[in-house]
């Protein structure tokens, strides 16, 4: 792997670190063998987490219900499944 995502059928597995109460959303590049994802929201009661599904939705222009954390819940370090992106990110479209 080594990217921080994979195709597994018609999704994308991500594993993420994220970095909270950053000045803006982004994905950053590489931190490790993970994506760093930067969200603006903080790490309080599941906010950062609900931040993140909806960014990564819009990011890949599919539905909240498309985007599934997999692991990590209570972490930095995450993992995510995008079901059928309808779009991808310069990042991966390669």
């Known amino acids: 792997m080594g990217k921080g995502f994979y195709w597994q059928d018609e999704s994308i597995i991500m594993d993420i670190h994220v970095q909270p109460r950053a000045s803006k959303d982004e994905i950053v590049g590489l931190h490790g063998d993970r994506l760093k994802v930067r969200i603006t929201a903080p790490p309080v009661d599941g ?37 059928k992106p309808k779009r991808l990110p310069p990042l991966f479209d390669h």
């Open 47 to 83: 906010k950062a987490n609900k931040h993140l599904v909806d960014f990564l939705a819009e990011l890949f222009g599919v539905g909240k219900a498309n985007v599934i954390l997999i692991a990590g819940e209570k972490g930095r370090d995450k993992r995510f499944r995008i079901d």
